[in-house]
């Protein structure tokens, strides 16, 4: 088992920068592939991009690709997100998720069993 916890949200300018992290409890974080989702008011969750147990390799969704990069840090159990050329419609609740999915390509909710609290992004125009 693994808990999460999400740090790094606020509120910033469109076309500016922020980095989210998760820290990951437990000796475990290396065995999962680990995710972020978002999910904005009204709207679904949706995937944002994973990357793999060892983080040699990651997926994007295409709406992300080239302006937001995923990383993590076994030694410190720690997942983070870069986002730069931030845009209004990327405003949500960013949510940290891990495994059990083997597969970086797993892009529902329901292939992630654990989850953070979420942190707050808002871009303003």
């Known amino acids: 088992q693994v808990q999460l916890v999400e740090s790094g949200g606020g509120l910033v300018q469109a076309g500016g920068s922020l980095r989210l992290s998760c820290a990951a409890s437990g000796r475990t974080f290396s065995r999962y592939v680990m995710a972020w989702f978002r999910q904005a008011p009204g709207k679904e969750r949706e995937f944002v991009a994973a990357?793999?147990?060892?983080?040699?390799?990651?997926n994007y969704a295409d709406f992300v690709r080239g302006r937001f990069a995923i990383s993590r840090d076994n030694a410190k159990n720690t997942l983070y997100l870069q986002m730069n050329s931030l845009k209004p419609e990327d405003t949500a609740v960013y949510y940290c998720?891990?495994?059990?999915?083997?597969?970086?390509?797993?892009?529902?909710?329901?292939?992630?069993?654990?989850w953070g609290q979420g942190t707050q992004v808002s871009v303003s125009s």
């Open positions: 990357i793999s147990r060892s983080g040699s390799n990651s």
């Open positions: 998720a891990a495994g059990p999915t083997p597969y970086i390509d797993s892009r529902h909710p329901t292939q992630f069993d654990y």
